[in-house]
C-alpha cells in the first residue's frame, strides 16, 4: 500500500515536476547531447523527488521514488544507446557512419594510384625517405620496413597520405 500512496498522495506541483522533467528526459533521448532537454529535465525531476519529500514521504518511500526514477534514467540510456547503434536513431543524421563519397574515393591523385604495383631504382639510399626512378620518373619515397640500397630494385606496394611507399624488389 505505501507504494501507491507515493503518487495518489503527491501534490500536483510534485507530479507536474516529475512529469515534465521525465518529459524532458524522453526528449533528451531522441535529441541526445546534454543540453537544454537534459539539464532542464534533470532539474524538474530532482525538484518534483524533493518536493515530495517534503510532503511527508517516510525513508522506505522517498528511496522507492529515486529508485524508479533512477531506474527511469537507466533504462532511457540504455534505450539510447541501443537505438543509436540499431535502432532510429542509428539512421540520423545524429550518429551517421556514412559519407557522401563512394566507398573506392581516394584523395590520392590517379598518377600516384597508376604507380602501385610498378617497380623502379632506388637513386639514393632509403633509409626511410629518399628517391626513386620509376617509370622514368623521380619520385620522393617512403620505404616500406628497411633501408634500401642506393641502385636496388623497388616496387610501389601503397600510397599513403599522398606518399609513394615501395620496398625492396628482386627482379
Not at 544507446?81 to 559519407?99: D, H, M, N, P, W
Request: a positive charge; hydrophobic letters at 50%; aromatic letters at 12%.
Amino acid at each position: 500500500m505505501s507504494f501507491i500512496t507515493i503518487f495518489t498522495e503527491m501534490s500536483w506541483i510534485a507530479g507536474l515536476l516529475l512529469a515534465v522533467g521525465l518529459v524532458f528526459i524522453i526528449v533528451e533521448v531522441f535529441v541526445p547531447g546534454f543540453g537544454f532537454f537534459g539539464i532542464a529535465g534533470v532539474t524538474s525531476v530532482v525538484a518534483g523527488i524533493i518536493v515530495r519529500i517534503c510532503q511527508g514521504l517516510n525513508l522506505e518511500q522517498a528511496l522507492t521514488l529515486i529508485l524508479l526514477v533512477l531506474g527511469f534514467f537507466f533504462f532511457g540510456a540504455m534505450f539510447m544507446v541501443y537505438s543509436a547503434q540499431y535502432g532510429i536513431l542509428g539512421r540520423t543524421g545524429l550518429f551517421e557512419r556514412k559519407t557522401t563519397l563512394p566507398e573506392n574515393h581516394s584523395n590520392v591523385p590517379k598518377e600516384l594510384r597508376k604507380l602501385i604495383g610498378k617497380s623502379g631504382k632506388a637513386i639514393t639510399d632509403l633509409s626511410l625517405a629518399g628517391k626513386a626512378k620509376i617509370k622514368g620518373e623521380t619520385y620522393d619515397v617512403i620505404s616500406m620496413r628497411s633501408y634500401i640500397e642506393k641502385g636496388s630494385h623497388v616496387k610501389v606496394v601503397e600510397i599513403r597520405d599522398n606518399e609513394i611507399v615501395v620496398r625492396k624488389w628482386f627482379e
